[in-house]
């Protein structure tokens, strides 16, 4: 079993940078693929972001490449998403996710078997 928890949400002038960390309970976090995602009011549930368990593989969403930065530390059992140049449509609550995925999974929400329960992250213009 894995537990997940995120942090760092918050309020943020478009144009900011904020850090949303995952904090995970459970050794075999380490060997999963961990990844982001969003959903805003009245919109579907969207990929933001995943890393391997290694943390030499990242995907992202094109909305956010070159923006969000996903990372990991295992020996602290967590995972990172550095969000910069925020914009007003990146607000949406945040979830991180965790799961033994293969690379070709990655962005497929329904195959993570772990979720944390959402940090909110708001963009004003």
């Known amino acids: 079993q894995v537990q997940l928890v995120e942090s760092g949400g918050g309020l943020v002038q478009a144009g900011g940078s904020l850090r949303l960390s995952c904090a995970a309970s459970?050794?075999?976090?380490?060997?999963?693929?961990m990844g982001w995602f969003r959903q805003a009011p009245g919109k579907e549930r969207e990929f933001v972001a995943a890393?391997?368990?290694?943390?030499?593989?990242?995907v992202y969403a094109d909305s956010v490449k070159g923006r969000f930065t996903i990372s990991r530390d295992n020996g602290l059992n967590t995972g990172f998403l550095q969000m910069d140049s925020l914009k007003p449509e990146d607000t949406a609550i945040y979830y991180c996710?965790?799961?033994?995925?293969?690379?070709?999974?990655?962005?497929?929400?329904?195959?993570?078997?772990?979720w944390g329960q959402g940090t909110q992250v708001t963009v004003s213009s």
């Open positions: 996710a965790a799961g033994p995925l293969p690379y070709r999974l990655y962005k497929s929400g329904t195959s993570y078997d772990y």
């Open positions: 459970g050794r075999t976090f380490t060997s999963y693929t």
């Open positions: 890393i391997n368990y290694g943390g030499g593989i990242t």
